[in-house]
């Protein structure tokens, strides 16, 4: 029974593992700033705040994906869940799920409120595949890469009629809604 102990840790089960993780979850809120923001404002989350929780939470030994391996052995449910929605869970009670299942709920949600032009429909699609590529989506991520090369937040900014931090917040708050 190696695999068992290596797998999770100080902790004989599956069970007793996740039970642990939301034990730390429950007790440490005002220990860690990104882990109050994902519990009570999941849109204050920064890049540097979620590479920050992974990092202390992989040091207490409660890797992303050995979690979803208890879940598994747990619920007999191979839910490909981020960080996130595990502590939500722990925390809130949220139901786990996909985190990509959340994203495109989101999206879905978003292009039925507007009458969206053709270009702010196609940017919609690329700012879903960067969150469920990246989980976050602050300034930092508009600095780099593809969207530093079509022109970053101000060419986006301008694309969504200024009122693009208005859209990140509906995503944020949409894969978090009860409804997603």
Not at 33 to 59: C, H, S, Y
Not at 142 to 169: A, C, E, I, W, Y
């Amino acid at each position: 029974m190696v695999s068992v102990k290596s797998l999770y840790g100080d902790y004989d089960t599956p069970q007793d593992f996740l039970e642990a993780f939301d034990e730390l979850v429950q007790r440490s809120p005002n220990t860690q700033p990104a882990l109050q923001a994902v519990i009570n404002r999941p849109r204050d989350l920064t890049r540097k705040g979620l590479v920050e929780l992974q990092e202390w939470f992989d040091r207490q030994h409660f890797e992303e994906s050995s979690l979803r391996s208890a879940w598994k052995a747990t619920r007999n449910q191979d839910i490909a869940a981020r960080l996130i929605g595990h502590i939500r869970r722990a925390a809130v009670g949220d139901a786990l799920k996909p985190f990509d299942e959340r994203v495109d709920h989101a999206l879905t949600r978003i292009k039925a409120e507007n009458d969206w032009s053709d270009e702010q429909l196609s940017w919609l699609d690329r700012l879903a595949q960067a969150l469920k590529e990246k989980v976050v989506l602050d300034d930092d991520v508009f600095k780099t890469g593809n969207f530093h090369r079509r022109g970053g937040k101000p060419m986006l900014q301008r694309t969504f009629d200024d009122n693009l931090d208005s859209v990140l917040d509906k995503f944020s708050d949409y894969i978090w809604d009860e409804l997603a």
